[in-house]
């Protein structure tokens, strides 16, 4: 079983949609939780961060975290064209520079005008 | 804040030479840099964990005689790849951290003919 469970999709959804993104995860010593937003051969963008249960908003996105369940999810609301995009879900035990990601696949997004 | 540049974002080289990518953190200072390697339609794997002034730690399967990494300053790491040969053609992607969490360089797309 992997640590960190993602849909890869892909996900295709009409502008203006809510979309919504999850990850599953097993290991327990996860504390802090990322949201990257790739475009095709670029690198990976920070989108959010959380390390605490319950929701984070940064305009149209909100990250939610449920530690109890180990679950995690992006909502983007309002969807637009630009937004389509590979998302990654990523986690870690701690902030510390040293601290390596755990990567999620990553769900494919298509917004379609 | 927190930009990451890689140089050169794309190379095409022949089998049996070598190749220097560049990673630098732009307005942060960076301890740790790590160094991933992406194929097509997956997820990020990670190749090392970069540390200024140290030796970089490999992950398991990852030869770190074919590919070097040296982290000189706070700003700046790059990876060999050395006598290249076509398998190791793929999106090359690092990622600094000021302490907070990974910020990812654009990529850098490597082509052995």
């Known amino acids: 079983q992997k640590e960190v469970e993602q849909d890869p999709g892909p996900l295709s959804v009409p502008e203006g949609a809510i979309v919504s993104l999850n990850c599953t995860y097993s290991?327990?010593?996860?504390?802090?939780f990322m949201w990257y937003r790739q475009y095709s051969r670029k690198g990976p963008e920070l989108l959010m961060y959380?390390?605490?249960?319950g929701n984070k908003e940064d305009g149209r996105f909100t990250a939610q975290v449920d530690k109890s369940s180990k679950y995690i999810s992006l909502f983007i609301r309002d969807s637009q064209p630009s937004d389509s995009a590979t998302y990654l879900c990523?986690?870690?035990?701690?902030?510390?520079?040293?601290?390596?990601?755990?990567f999620g696949q990553g769900t494919r997004l298509t917004i379609n005008p | 804040g927190a930009v990451v540049s890689q140089h050169p974002s794309r190379v095409i080289c022949k089998s049996g030479t070598s190749v220097k990518i560049e990673c630098r953190s732009l307005?942060?200072?960076?301890?740790?840099m790590f160094w991933y390697r992406q194929f097509p339609k997956q997820s990020l794997m990670l190749m090392a964990t970069?540390?200024?002034?140290?030796?970089?730690?490999?992950e398991q399967g990852v030869e770190k005689d074919k590919f070097l990494i040296n982290h000189a300053s706070l700003t700046l790491s790059t990876l060999t790849v050395t006598s290249a040969h076509p398998e190791d053609s793929s999106f090359y992607i690092c990622?600094?951290?000021?302490?907070?969490?990974?910020?990812f360089g654009p990529g850098t797309r490597l082509l052995v003919l």
């Open positions: 970069s540390n200024e002034g140290s030796k970089a730690t490999y």
């Open positions: 290991n327990s010593a996860f504390q802090y």
């Open positions: 990622s600094a951290t000021p302490g907070v969490t990974q910020y």
């Open positions: 959380t390390y605490s249960s």
């Open positions: 307005d942060f200072q960076a301890t740790t």
């Open positions: 990523a986690m870690s035990a701690s902030l510390q520079g040293a601290q390596k990601l755990v």
